[in-house]
């Protein structure tokens, strides 16, 4: 099955920093890649997805990148602001099976 | 709209007990899907719905636990017997149809706790 693997686990920047957030993954058949926010005490949200056919999407400070030839995917948060701060999902799935396989979860600290 | 929404919010119970964790999916989703989330860990793949129907429970650690899922709408996630170990946050999902690349919305989740 699918294994996806997060990096780092806990990231810790100034604010107005860039962070960025690393998940690998193992099957080459995976083509849809969600990033989810968790602010802390609350439910996970989608905040950005990529699809196999493109390399990057960026939605004003948050961007996703994809390298399907390495099978990693990275999200990208520029001018981070302390309101950024939270756990961050990463998942994998592909067509045929319905379950994402998400990341361990990296936890976002943004300090003012 | 109404989001997905869970109960209990938090679930206190003695080893052994047993016990039910309900979700409330968005109206219209046809697929629901449960998740458990321990302290510091990744969400855990439990079982999904289409409908009423479970294409894939693989992911239910034991036999003391089961889902079930009546007129396509609330789920109910059963814990018998339970176990420590079974302490953890229970998140459920919907969405509008089982695909891929189909945007799951989650609930608050259900923090239970097994003293």
């Known amino acids: 099955g699918e294994n996806v693997e997060q990096h780092p686990s806990t990231l810790s920047v100034q604010e107005g920093d860039s962070a960025v957030i690393k998940c690998t993954y193992s099957d080459s058949a995976s083509n849809y890649f969600p990033w989810y926010k968790q602010e802390l005490g609350k439910r996970p949200q989608l905040i950005i997805d990529i699809r196999s056919n493109v390399g990057e999407k960026k939605d004003q400070r948050i961007a996703v990148t994809l390298n399907k030839t390495a099978k990693h995917f990275s999200l990208h948060i520029t001018e981070t602001q302390p309101e950024d701060s939270a756990v961050y999902f990463c998942a994998a799935s592909k067509g045929g099976s319905y379950i994402p396989t998400f990341g361990r979860g990296t936890s976002l600290i943004v300090h003012p | 709209g109404a989001g997905v929404s869970q109960s209990p919010s938090n679930k206190v119970t003695e080893k052994g007990k047993d016990v039910e964790l309900r979700c409330d999916p968005i109206?219209?989703?046809?697929?629901l899907y449960w998740y458990r989330q321990s302290l510091g860990q990744g969400l855990e793949f439990l079982i999904y719905?289409?409908?009423?129907?479970?294409?894939?429970k693989s992911g239910l650690p034991s036999d003391r636990f089961s889902a079930e899922r009546t007129g396509g709408s609330v789920s109910t996630l059963t814990i018998q017997r339970t176990q420590q170990e079974d302490s953890a946050v229970y998140l459920c999902a919907s969405s509008a149809k089982a695909a891929n690349a189909d945007t799951q919305y989650f609930g608050p989740g259900t923090r239970l706790t097994v003293l």
């Open positions: 109206s219209g989703h046809t697929a």
């Open positions: 719905f289409q409908g009423n129907s479970a294409p894939d």
